[in-house]
């Protein structure tokens, strides 16, 4: 065998560790009754749940809570995801200042006593210069 | 009146500049097949040359009219309306040129044809088979700006920036009344854009994409007319120069996110800057390889293919970024413009026709039977440029997550992935392997180049790896490094400086112009080490002790507790401990434009809606008085500037201004650091959190007290004090007059450690009563002066409060960040020195080319200085 060739090998074998390290990392997008189900199972993956902010008849957001005289890095609301599952979700972060104004939030994280922990949150928000184009925020928590 | 010319005659030259390139590249690709005779090639190169000239006359057309319509305010124009404004200083409106999809491509467009005439006139030999690939790329990039529908088919081709707004918002009523409605101001260019940085980072980084064609032209040109070798001396300069360019555009769009977003870094791993980093390091990999091709037909195989590679890549990192494949997973990916199908085939159309080409030519390319030694040059370039393909393939295939899913559904299933959680983390897992190893085969194969190294003589390298190994070990016992990565990578990184370095000084010695790869692979070392320190010891200043915020919270008070306060917050002049530092929020301040520094909000009145400001007092700075009072001055109205105070334990005080902005395009508020430089680390400043401050306060229902003189109340847990009754003789916007009378009321409020006094003033005026009251910020309280009782002695005031402003901010220290800017100038002048110098080399080749019956063969010319 040439050397060329074991070379050769070696780059194909380094790619396709490459390849299944990726998918071993890549996330998924799940709803919260598959979270719950996963933390039940000790499954640790952090997990993408897409959902809608609880609002009121007036569109006020209902149960968000921050108080940053009290404490800037904790910030809590409710999710609803898209079979309609609510969840209390914590982000242990500054409020994103876009919050309220987003239609539709991702959030990165994972379940922990019954809590959402989102550890990054993701923003839709409608454009205020066109109507029909949404644009994306993006909020990490800092590493805890 | 709507100016309709200039918008016909730039949609016009759009479709020439299309029309000629389609033809050009016919024309060029005539010329450049053989078994023509020579006189019919040289018919169909000059015409397919003038061709080539009118479509770049016609691409300047239309770079001057989309200029003349945004730089004369034509807001007629949707594109001029939709990206800038009158207010717009005019270094941004340059700017606002690029801003949108169409504009950046135009902008691609342009810097082709400015390379594609440089190469016609420097490189005659190559001119038909390098312009046919030259001209069908423009083609293909004028389509995406044309903007016509073909009719019957209802198929849209391209988008023009030449529309009017009428026939992009025909439904707006507006027109309903007035057909000729014309806006009279823009939309305006995103305020986070302007920004010096974004008025070059877009053209270099334009301009390497532009140059990563050059390459790509010569390999198949190569492969074309069978010059399987020469192509490689031609396309080499080109190769490097466009490796300096873009490896500048990727950095100056890091400076500028350090500079202006408040992720705490320069690089966040985002799509968007990923797909233009593969593409460089492929590139990279490339020049090395094309280096060796001169006489090793293996690598020359391997260059073809990362030529292509390079060039291919740049046209996915495009489809990719606009066709709004990454719409949820980027930040900052353009939205879809309609085009993806168009980018598609475009990207598709190259794919398939230059791996056709190289397959098709395969089996005549030359291959070496022979062993490559371990020992030799060759390998350790290999081992380089395979390194950084591997890097670039593990960056492009976590990128390519939300096209998988796309992939997916085209196929009818879901696959549902998303890019991983961490993804910082992910990609620095693998990239800082790769990089510890590509650093270390730097200095290693730069002794096996210059021979310093080889077969029998390894020795050479133990003195350079002892020195590194006694500086590494030093810096790891100094810094206190545990992690064992970043013992790794740091020890690779003193290698190839000290490997490279002592390289660099025989060199010098002998002829400083091979000295391009020795310079350029110290920077690469110096920014590794730059950036493993900024990022791997980042560390939160801004760690709240003061014991003040404790969540009430269950959750909160558990487990992480303490390591999660990383912001803290400022109550307006109210001093907190941060660390050694006392920090204290002074002021909001305001931008003015022609007026160094920032003026505190309260000295002017931002009108609304409006670039402009009145001023409340006259506005002197630095001793020199600007304005008067009741002057209107010009200011940036999204920008507002925090004034924070620093002091230091030994007493000094410096203030950082981190900044806010008002974007209603970024979804609300948006905050950018400021940055206090130091020698050996960056603090790094930014507000995350801020009350509104265009917002009005909401007060609380007003409560009133009557009181005596030297009484005592209580206001919002504050103890105040009647101290006096005074007469006064001026009174803030009123002007007393002859009989008029006036008093204000002198209210100490004790804080806990500071003492504010108010004075609200009550006017009698012409029998009228005037109240003027006094807001204290600092307090978040209003206080009315309401009434005088003649009878009883008692003073009646009105008291409002509100929520007190603060500010909740994060401090970070960034060390040794310097030493990565170090090294990019290091990196960028050593790019440059290899630049000059291959150019050089090709210019003599092409000379002596060029001079008919020179006597000696071709073959022999080689010059075999080898240098990398």
């Known amino acids: 065998m040439k050397k060329i060739q074991i070379f050769g090998l070696i780059i194909i074998a380094v790619a396709i560790g490459i390849i299944v390290s990726t998918a071993g990392d890549a996330s998924t997008y799940v709803d919260f009754t598959k979270a719950r189900e996963m933390a039940q199972d000790g499954d640790a993956e952090s997990i993408h749940v897409v959902g809608k902010l609880k609002k009121d008849g007036s569109g006020q957001i209902m149960d968000m809570v921050y108080q940053p005289e009290l404490d800037p890095n904790f910030f809590t609301f409710t999710l609803v995801d898209n079979e309609n599952v609510e969840q209390k979700v914590v982000y242990k972060n500054t409020k994103p200042q876009d919050f309220d104004k987003s239609e539709q939030v991702v959030v990165v994280g994972k379940m922990k006593n019954g809590a959402f922990v989102a550890d990054k949150i993701l923003m839709k928000c409608p454009s205020k210069y066109d109507d029909t184009k949404m644009e994306t925020t993006e909020h990490t928590a800092a590493k805890s | 009146m709507i100016h309709t010319t200039i918008g016909s005659a730039g949609h016009l030259l759009v479709i020439i500049a299309f029309v000629t390139a389609v033809v050009a590249t016919f024309a060029y690709f005539k010329a450049g097949i053989a078994g023509s005779t020579v006189e019919e090639s040289q018919t169909w190169k000059r015409f397919a040359r003038t061709l080539f000239y009118l479509h770049v006359a016609a691409v300047l057309g239309v770079v001057f009219s989309l200029y003349w319509i945004i730089g004369n305010h034509y807001f007629e124009y949707h594109y001029a309306w939709k990206n800038s404004s009158l207010s717009l200083p005019t270094g941004y409106t340059i700017s606002s040129f690029w801003q949108d999809q169409e504009g950046s491509f135009l902008l691609w467009i342009f810097w082709n044809v400015v390379l594609g005439c440089i190469l016609i006139l420097t490189n005659r030999s190559w001119e038909a088979p390098v312009m046919a690939v030259f001209a069908l790329v423009q083609a293909f990039l004028t389509s995406m700006i044309l903007g016509v529908v073909i009719p019957g088919l209802d198929l849209k081709i391209g988008s023009t920036p030449f529309l009017l707004l009428k ?184 794919t398939l026709a230059s791996i056709g080409l190289l397959v098709y030519r395969w089996k005549s390319l030359p291959s070496d039977e022979e062993e490559v030694s371990t020992y030799s040059q060759e390998f350790w370039i290999f081992i380089g440029a395979t390194l950084l393909c591997l890097s670039g393939f593990q960056i492009i295939a976590t990128t390519s997550i939300p096209v998988y899913n796309k992939i997916a559904e085209a196929f009818g299933t879901v696959l549902n992935m998303a890019l991983p959680a961490d993804q910082i983390g992910h990609y620095n897992k ?45 810096i790891i016992t100094y810094q206190g490094i545990r992690d064992i990565q970043y013992i790794v990578l740091l020890t690779a990184g003193v ?187 960056d ?186």
């Open chain 2, 167 to 350: 026939e992009v918002m025909p439904d707006l009523p507006v027109y309903a009344m007035d057909p000729n409605f014309i806006p009279k101001d823009g939309k305006g260019l995103n305020p986070l854009l302007q920004n010096y940085w974004m008025v070059i980072h877009p053209p270099t980084l334009f301009l390497g994409f532009a140059t990563t064609l050059i390459p790509f032209s010569f390999a198949i040109a190569g492969l074309w007319t069978k010059k399987i070798q020469d192509w490689v001396r031609p396309a080499l300069p080109w190769s490097l120069l466009s490796a300096m360019i873009l490896g500048v555009g990727i950095l100056m769009g890091a400076y500028w996110a350090y500079e202006t977003l408040n992720f705490g870094g320069y690089w966040n791993w985002d799509p968007v800057e990923n797909s233009s980093f593969v593409p460089w390091l492929v590139l990279v990999a490339a020049i090395h390889t094309m280096i060796i091709a001169r006489k090793n037909p293996t690598a020359l195989k391997t260059s073809f293919i990362l030529a292509i590679a390079t060039f291919i890549l740049v046209l996915y990192s495009t489809f990719m970024t606009r066709s709004g494949v990454l719409g949820s997973a980027s930040v900052h990916s353009f939205t879809d413009l309609g085009l993806s199908g168009q980018l598609l085939v475009y990207l598709l159309t190259f």
């Open chain 2, 430 to 474: 693998f990239q800082l392997w790769f990089f510890s190893l590509i650093t270390i085969v730097t200095g290693v194969g730069q002794y096996f180049w210059w021979k310093r190294a080889g077969k029998d003589k390894l020795q050479s390298l133990y003195n350079p790896l002892l020195l590194a190994l006694l500086i590494a070990a030093a």
């Open chain 2, 495 to 681: 290698f190839a400086v000290v490997a490279n370095g002592s390289i660099l000084f025989d060199i010098f010695r002998g002829n400083y112009k091979l000295s391009g790869g020795a310079v350029t692979h110290i920077g690469v070392a110096l920014m590794l080490i730059g950036i493993l320190f900024s990022s791997g010891y980042t560390k939160v200043v801004s760690i709240n002790n003061s014991g003040l915020m404790i969540s009430r919270s269950d959750e909160f008070t558990k487990d992480d507790n303490k390591e999660n306060k990383e912001n803290i917050t400022l109550w307006l002049n109210k001093p907190e401990k941060m660390g050694d530092y006392m920090l204290t929020w002074r002021d909001v301040r305001v931008e003015p434009r022609h007026i160094p520094g920032y003026l505190p909000k309260s000295w002017v009145d931002i009108i609304e809606g409006d670039y402009h400001a009145v001023a409340l007092r006259d506005i002197v700075v630095d001793g020199k008085q600007y304005n008067a009072k009741g002057d209107t001055l010009e200011i940036f109205p999204e920008n507002f500037y925090y004034d924070i105070e620093y002091r230091e334990p030994s007493g000094r005080i410096f203030n950082l201004f981190p900044r806010v902005q008002i974007n209603p395009a970024m979804g609300g508020i948006v905050s950018s650091p400021d940055i206090q430089r130091k020698v050996n680390k």
């Open chain 2, 683 to 868: 603090l790094y400043t930014y507000v995350s959190m801020v009350t509104n401050p265009t917002a009005e306060p909401v007060w609380s229902q007003t409560e009133s007290f009557t009181v005596n003189l030297r009484d005592t109340f209580f206001v919002n847990d504050y103890v105040a004090i009647l101290d006096n009754v005074v007469r006064t003789e001026q009174v803030e916007g009123v002007t007393l007059g002859e009989g008029d009378a006036a008093v204000k009321a002198i209210i100490r409020v004790l804080d806990k450690d500071k003492e504010y006094v108010i004075t609200p003033s009550f006017v009698i005026r012409n029998r009228m009563v005037a109240r003027k009251p006094e807001v204290s910020n600092d307090l978040g309280m209003r206080i009315q002066f309401q009434e005088i009782n003649p009878q009883t002695g008692q003073f009646t005031f009105n008291v409002n409060t509100t929520q007190r402003d603060f500010i909740v901010m994060k401090a970070i220290e960034k060390p040794l960040i310097n030493v990565l800017w170090m090294g990019t100038f290091v990196l960028v002048i050593g790019f440059i020195m290899a630049t000059v110098r291959r150019f050089r080399d090709f210019v003599k080749m092409r000379n002596k080319e060029n001079k008919p019956a020179g006597g000696k063969s071709k073959g022999k010319m080689r010059v075999e200085v080898a240098d990398l």
